[in-house]
């Protein structure tokens, strides 16, 4: 059957809200770790054969991962004047880009996933807040010296990686994850999927999107495979990989499985190459109903989880499980909160049931702040005197008569693009800071093919401007997918009728355009 909260039972017993929401969060578990070490040098003990890494023709075991990693640890301490807190590390997807986020781990220190063509304005950004001034990837030369390195006892509130994310300010914005909070949330949900050293995880999200945190620690914590795939948009290939690898487990914005649904059904109409999966997780995005039931008909027997969840969370907050087949809601539920998790829906400082409002989130996956940004951090984590400690996530949505949260959109201008969050304001803001234009907006259009970002440009007098010149100085700020890819230019900007800027009015002259 499908799930539905049995504790939840409002309309049944009459309970007050602060019991609803209590019921709700009923869900304390206690894991053994409290540390990424402690479950990597774990699964080194006990599956030191067994293939960690599938990349390419590389077979990588948990063996050679940990003998990589520890060549890059004693790499690290050895320059202990250049790498400090934090290790910025340009991301590839390849096997030494893990063994070198382990190699970082092991020595203390905190990893920070870039963009391999990241532009170089947004690096010295990051690099100006990390206080950090050398960055590793997997090209760095480190030399194999075959010595061991000691093992450190690594503190459950030290920090563990920095996320970088879409900033309204023109600047991203650095979510400082503990060790306790990740390890917690990949024990957990590594439980809740059933996940074990059989398990082969296809490694499809990008290193720079917390979803991959998932995909490196949880697979490791499992003892599984994790399957590289070198370009996670060539569709036949992340078909191939799924097939000659016989995949189990996927974990991806809602819009890759979409798309590769669709090129099975456009090119075999053959849904045999997907049969091997045993789980689906679709986060980072809204899940449209229609793709849930192409999902469950096409390979009934596959667990399905809806999850969703902030960075500033931890990967996942919450989740939602489609059994045998079966959808029989209306909706696609944003589901209850995961163990050691809570969620709440308030408005105005008060707890809601049944009504719209913003979804708050506490418990043990809170982030440790915004990297030196404590107006941010102080306006988005609050003390509550009753909850404890919370996040204000600026996601709309509802506590349902079922028992579940229904997430109904965002309360401010962020927008996702593919899973990754992009705030309007930054890409306006380094537009606007051009010499040739007066003015810009955005907005997002959704189209089969997946979501656009189109920007609207007000040329000052007199001035010419290339698109291409464009798209290479936003290249410098901002990730590729944080830049538009389609651009108008505008006799006037789209106002409201208080005279400011209407991005809703924007998006319906570009629906008309398209």
């Keep these: 059957m499908e799930y539905i909260n049995n504790k939840f039972k409002p309309h049944i017993e009459k309970l007050s809200i602060n019991e609803i929401y209590a019921r709700f969060n009923d869900n304390n578990v206690k894991n053994i770790y409290d540390n990424l070490l402690g479950v990597f040098y774990r699964t080194v003990q006990i599956y030191s054969d067994r293939i960690a890494i599938i990349d390419g023709n590389d077979r990588i075991t948990y063996r050679q991962l940990n003998e990589f990693s520890d060549c890059v640890a004693n790499y690290l301490d050895e320059r202990a004047d250049e790498f400090n807190d934090y290790v910025i590390v340009k991301v590839k997807r390849n096997w030494k880009t893990v063994g070198i986020i382990w190699g970082i781990l092991k020595t203390g220190r905190a990893y920070v996933p870039i963009q391999e063509d990241a532009g170089e304005e947004r690096i010295k950004s990051i690099m100006e807040m990390t206080g950090e001034k050398k960055v590793i990837s997997s090209d760095t030369e480190v030399v194999n ?23 309204s300010t023109g600047k991203p914005k650095g979510v400082r994850i503990p060790h306790n909070s990740v390890t917690d949330t990949v024990l957990t949900m590594n439980r809740l999927f059933g996940l074990n050293e059989y398990d082969r995880i296809l490694g499809v999200s990008e290193l720079t999107f917390d979803l991959s945190v998932f995909d490196l620690f949880g697979t490791t914590a499992a003892g599984a495979a994790l399957v590289i795939v070198k370009d996670n948009r060539n569709l036949a290939l992340l078909e191939e990989k799924i097939q000659t690898n016989k995949v189990t487990f996927v974990n991806a914005v809602p819009s890759v499985i979409k798309m590769l649904l669709e090129y099975i059904e456009n090119t075999t109409k053959d849904f045999d190459t997907l049969q091997t999966l045993r789980s689906i997780i679709l986060s980072g995005d809204v899940v449209p109903h229609s793709l849930v039931e192409k999902i469950l008909r096409n390979i009934p027997m596959v667990n399905l989880y809806i999850s969703g969840g902030p960075t500033e969370i931890t990967i996942w907050s919450n989740y939602y499980l489609y059994e045998e087949g079966k959808s029989i809601l209306s909706y696609v539920p944003y589901g209850k909160s995961i163990a050691n998790k809570t969620m709440y829906i308030m408005r105005d400082s008060k707890l809601l049931e049944g009504e719209e409002g913003e979804i708050v989130s506490g418990g043990v996956g809170l982030a440790l702040d915004y990297i030196k940004d404590e107006d941010r951090t102080n306006k988005q984590f609050v003390n509550d ?14 506590l349902t008569k079922d028992g579940l949260i229904r997430i109904l959109g965002r309360m401010d201008n962020q927008v996702k693009i593919n899973g990754f969050r992009v705030e309007l304001e930054e890409i306006e803001s380094h537009l606007n800071q051009m010499e040739e234009i007066s003015q810009s907006v955005t907005c997002v259009i959704k189209e089969n093919e997946g979501d656009k970002l ?4 007000l040329l000052n007098n007199g001035m010419e401007l290339e698109k291409t010149a464009i798209k290479e100085n936003l290249k410098k700020y901002v990730p590729e997918y944080a830049i538009p890819s ?3 230019y505008l006799e006037s900007m789209p106002l409201s009728a208080n005279n400011k800027v209407d991005r809703k009015k924007f998006q319906s002259m570009i629906r008309e355009k398209i």
């Design 145 to 167: 010296t075959g010595k061991t390195y000691n093992q450190k006892r690594v503190e459950a509130d030290s920090c563990a990686y920095v996320i970088f994310t879409s900033g």
């Design 486 to 488: 389609i651009f108008y």
């Design 454 to 457: 189109v920007a609207g440009i």
């Design 385 to 398: 005197e009753n909850l404890g400690r919370i996040y204000f996530t600026g996601d709309r949505g509802i």
